[in-house]
């Protein structure tokens, strides 16, 4: 079982920066793909970047390219998600979630945090 816990979102201007971290608890965390993700106002929930185990692949979204960043420390048993370049439309709640796979489906994706909000203002 992985428990995650994410810190870091909060109010930053347009064109600033955020990192996120999503802490797990468990001693398997290191065999999981992390995943974070974000649900607007009104929206489906979406990826937004994943990071399979040992760091040996990333996938991002194509809004997320170039500006965001996801790394994971398996010392610490964390997940990063640094955020350069914030726009208004990066505003929702950010969660992390822990799969078994690789994957960038949703629902592909076992164990979740509780999210934390990142607004971004123009």
């Known amino acids: 079982q992985v428990q995650l816990v994410e810190s870091g979102g909060g109010l930053v201007q347009a064109g600033g920066s955020l990192r996120l971290s999503c802490a797990a608890s468990?001693?398997?965390?290191?065999?999981?793909?992390m995943g974070w993700f974000r649900q607007a106002p009104g929206k489906e929930r979406e990826i937004v970047a994943a990071?399979?185990?040992?760091?040996?692949?990333?996938y991002y979204i194509d809004s997320a390219k170039g500006r965001f960043a996801i790394s994971r420390d398996d010392a610490k048993n964390t997940v990063y998600l640094q955020m350069n370049s914030l726009k208004p439309e990066d505003t929702a709640v950010y969660y992390c979630?822990?799969?078994?796979?690789?994957?960038?489906?949703?629902?592909?994706?076992?164990?979740w945090g509780q999210g934390t909000q990142v607004t971004v203002s123009s």
């Open positions: 979630a822990a799969s078994r796979e690789f994957v960038a489906s949703i629902d592909r994706y076992d164990h």
């Open positions: 468990g001693r398997t965390f290191s065999s999981y793909a």
């Open positions: 990071i399979k185990w040992s760091s040996s692949r990333t």
